[in-house]
């Protein structure tokens, strides 16, 4: 068996974003692998733990699969300020004679997102509505490239490392079985340090806010890398709670066309066509989402917005909403099977773009979590739950498809559900030993004896 063939049969997916399957990223013949182990999110602690303390695994799974795909170049890109996780990195290369390579980063915001990092390490632009690919490049992460080592050793993604911070007694690192409660995790740190709270899962950034209530309902998945503990009231909680119809309303009574959300957009400084202040003088115009013309350019132009949260949370002075409402769009879109052209606008980088990036501490700042931003976090607790809920849909492609029946007994490690034959997807392993119940999209396994319903 070849390596991409043991990273499917082990349901390896990337762990840093939204988790497209990584056997079927890996392509043959690219020039460039780079493993992004910039952690760009303020307050996200889990690649730095795991640079640090499996630097010597991350190095051997990277050479591995480099050699395995032909790259020419196999470099890990972070943080020139990441002094510990460089010389782990460093020693571990030198003592295995590696050929991987470092490559060092300001301390910027978005620098992890995926066409920021290519053009960092390369000089070269992934094109609008393009990936890494089409520029001679793969991109994973360090949390990925750990799955990979234990991929090739036979042993299937079943657990997670997650930074477990803000609002919390302890901030900790959770060593988690996927499908744990979140609320175990949040018990190793200590739980929370605060009564009226919510919880971001993610970064402060991108992350999406969950209330207390929802809370107990959520478990862990193959793509979280953190969660962080805030107070209800905080702004981003305050800002996710916006319906669409507030976003349009507020974009109509005080939009002042100032136009800094796409000045400090970094898919616009790349040379992308994305404007979002025109797409918000549209919403403007219009005054409701549903009324904007899905193919008018302007609109269309959403599709190429990664999200990354700049223009709402740091750019716009009148706190308004760019982002979500490029979302919405994105959707919209999508649902209506508009896609954008790939390279359609593009044009050279912006001869101001490295004055305009934005450093983490000023993301920590207007985030509203820079109390927290300079925690180490090098404390590590093992969550240990006696029932796990697996859902088949945690990765991009098509949902999992149970192999077992309810009542089956399952081993740690066993292999419980794949996608369907010939469809793109990621199979999915018992976390822990128990028996099998069965649900609509999700599979629960219980050592207790007892049964779910
Ligand atoms: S979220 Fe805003 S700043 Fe980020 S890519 Fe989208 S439009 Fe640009
Ligand atoms: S930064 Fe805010 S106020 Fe300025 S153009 Fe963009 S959305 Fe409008």
Redesign the pocket.
Known sequence: MNILEAIERSGVVGCGGAGFPTHAKLMSGVEYFIVNGVECEPLLRTDRYIMRHFADKIISAIERTGDEIGAVHCIIALKESYSEEIHALRSAADAAKSRVSLHFLRSFY?AGDEQTIVYEVTGRVVPPAGIPLDVGCVVSNVATMLAVYDAISDRPLIHKYLTVSGEVETPTIADAPIGAPLESCLSLAGGASIDDYCVLLGGPMMGRIISKEEFPSMVVTKTMSGMIVLPQKSRLANIQRMSREQMAVRARASCIRCSQ??Q?????LLGHP?E?HKIMRSLALCGDLQALPMNDAIVRSAA?????????LI?CPMDLQ??RV?AALRKMLAEAGIRYKKGDGQRSPHPFRDMRKISTVRAAARTGVYRFQHIRIDRLAEARPKRVILPMSQHIGAPCEPLLRPGDEVKRGQLIASSPQGRLGSCIHASIDGIVEIASGSMTISSDGRRCN
Request: aromatic letters at 0%; hydrophobic letters at 20%.
């Open positions: 978005p959300c796409s400090l957009c970094p898919r616009n994305l979002p190429l917005c990664c999200e990354c949260g700049i223009c709402e750019a760019p982002r490029n």
